[in-house]
């Protein structure tokens, strides 16, 4: 399915890139750690991805031939999407304002059990509602979180694979790649670096993004097809 998104909307693709790309930039200008700016940053890419995540959805799952780069709010499904996937994105914002280098003395154990348990409970949540996107993005008007939090009882550990199946192989090649440019000094303090480092870090930072986004959109139109019932359901 990655593969169908690169041949077959290879615009679509570059687009998803500059957007990585500009938002890793912006966090590498701040002149200090600001997790208000890096939580409107994570909207603002959020939004610009919208029309994208859509069509390529679209495209995964109904084989429609995407178009061009648009905002089609007019759409009540584009509408809802938009506000599921800030509603998902915005999830992930309390881990920007934790401080994992403050010393919070004997409350530090409980600090940290609390972050375990609030990412134990974002990931549940997720995978709950992952029928969500592909489900509005497919052409469901009349779509409920309920339907995709029935969908998904009982099978979570069948979406876990789906999920990990999808990310391994890429998660190796991640891996890989950044033990590779630790070498060439794109690891080191931002402030340390020239400008040259710092777009080539915001360059691969921007490509790993990608190469992250493109499976979690496979996995999500693959989740639909096997697993999705309710969500399937026209009114």
């Known amino acids: 399915m990655t593969r169908d998104a690169v041949c077959r909307a290879p615009h679509l693709v570059l687009i998803t890139l500059l957007v990585f790309?500009?938002?890793?930039?912006?966090?590498?200008?701040l002149p200090a750690y600001s997790p208000a700016l890096r939580t409107l940053a994570d909207v603002i890419r959020c939004i610009l991805l919208v029309p994208v995540d859509f069509a390529l959805y679209r495209l995964l799952l109904l084989?429609?031939?995407?178009?061009?780069?648009?905002f089609d709010f007019?759409?009540?499904?584009?509408?809802?999407?938009?506000?599921?996937?800030?509603a998902f994105e915005l999830l992930t914002a309390p881990a920007l304002?934790?401080?994992?280098?403050?010393?919070?003395?004997?409350?530090?154990?409980?600090?940290?059990?609390?972050?375990?348990?609030?990412?134990?409970?974002?990931?549940?949540?997720?995978?709950?509602?992952?029928?969500?996107?592909?489900?509005?993005?497919?052409?469901?008007d009349n779509l409920?979180?309920?339907d995709a939090w029935a969908d998904s009882r009982g099978r979570l550990w069948r979406l876990i694979k789906i999920v990990l199946g999808a990310l391994?192989?890429?998660?190796?090649?991640?891996?890989?790649?950044?033990?590779?440019?630790?070498?060439?000094?794109?690891?080191?303090?931002?402030?340390d670096m020239s400008d040259w480092r710092l777009w080539g870090r915001s360059i691969f930072y921007g490509a790993l993004a990608v190469v992250m986004q493109l499976p979690l959109l496979a996995a999500g139109a693959m989740s639909f097809n096997w697993i999705g019932d309710r969500v399937k359901q026209t009114a």
Do not use: Q
């Open 63 to 70: 084989a429609e031939p995407p178009g061009g780069y648009r």
């Open 144 to 146: 409920s979180w309920r």
């Open 168 to 191: 391994l192989p890429v998660l190796a090649i991640a891996v890989l790649a950044k033990i590779a440019v630790g070498y060439i000094g794109l690891e080191s303090d931002v402030a």
């Open 97 to 140: 304002f934790l401080d994992t280098e403050a010393d919070f003395g004997d409350a530090g154990l409980v600090v940290a059990g609390a972050g375990v348990a609030y990412v134990a409970a974002l990931i549940y949540v997720v995978l709950r509602l992952a029928l969500l996107l592909p489900a509005l993005a497919a052409g469901r």
């Open 21 to 29: 790309v500009g938002a890793e930039a912006f966090g590498n200008a």
């Open 74 to 86: 007019a759409s009540i499904r584009v509408r809802r999407f938009l506000v599921w996937s800030l």
